[in-house]
C-alpha cells in the first residue's frame, strides 16, 4: 500500500510462514521491517496506514533495513525445487 513511490507498507511471507512487514519513509534510506508479525497485526498496520493513522509505528518492533541505492528491492518467490 502506497503513498508515493518511496512511502508504502507491504508484507512478505517466507517459506517458513513467516510474516514481514516493512515500510519506508521518503527515501531508500529509511526503510524497516518487523519480523514474525500475527496475521491481526499486520491487518491492523494496514488498517492504521490507509486511514493516516500513525499508532502503527510504535505497535511493533522495527529494525532499519539498508537497501542498495540503485532502487527498491523486488523479492520473488522462488518455486520449490
Request: charged share 25%; hydrophobic share 35%; no cysteine.
Amino acid at each position: 500500500l502506497d503513498r508515493s513511490g518511496l512511502e508504502y507498507i507491504q508484507v512478505g511471507l517466507q517459506s517458513s510462514g513467516e510474516l514481514i512487514l516493512e515500510y519506508q519513509d521518503g527515501a531508500l534510506s529509511r526503510h524497516y521491517e518487523a519480523r514474525r508479525v500475527p496475521a491481526s497485526k499486520v491487518a491492523r498496520a494496514f488498517r492504521q496506514y490507509a486511514a493516516n493513522d500513525t499508532a502503527w509505528r510504535t505497535e511493533l518492533q522495527w529494525n532499519p533495513q539498508a537497501l542498495p541505492k540503485s532502487g527498491p528491492v523486488v523479492l520473488r518467490r522462488s518455486d520449490p525445487p
